[in-house]
Nanobody, 126 residues
């Protein structure tokens, strides 16, 4: 399985900012969409945000739209997930993924993504 590298996690103070990065391997360049999912302790993995890398169009989970920002850097094929004002409920393993969604609804589905990062743990401290 092709893997990307997601990084930037760790112990982060509540109220502080977070910036995660995801560098896709060269041979995944055919996967034009990147997404972030997260899995909180004891819960299922859930979609957070996605981006069509050529166009820059973004997609957010309804509950996360005003809290997270997904961006991309075309030159390095890197995708970022940013958030300010972290809360304890943001504690989770964050995964980046790449794929070829065939419709708008596909952007929100795990099945549309063919490669995944190993996950980076983000823990929010008081």
């Amino acid at each position: 399985q092709v893997q990307s590298v997601d990084s930037g996690g760790g112990l982060v103070q509540a109220g502080g900012p977070l910036r995660l990065s995801c560098a896709a391997p060269e041979r995944t360049f055919g996967f034009y969409a990147s997404a972030w999912f997260r899995q909180a302790p004891g819960k299922e993995r859930r979609f957070v945000a996605a981006i069509n890398r050529p166009s820059g169009r973004t997609y957010y989970a309804v509950s996360e739209k005003d809290r997270f920002t997904i961006t991309r850097e075309i030159a390095t094929n890197t995708v970022y997930l940013q958030k300010n004002n972290l809360r304890h409920e943001d504690t989770a393993v964050y995964y980046c993924a790449g794929g070829r969604p065939r419709s708008i609804s596909d952007y929100y589905r795990e099945a549309a993504y063919g490669y995944w990062g190993q996950g980076t743990q983000v823990t929010i401290s008081s």
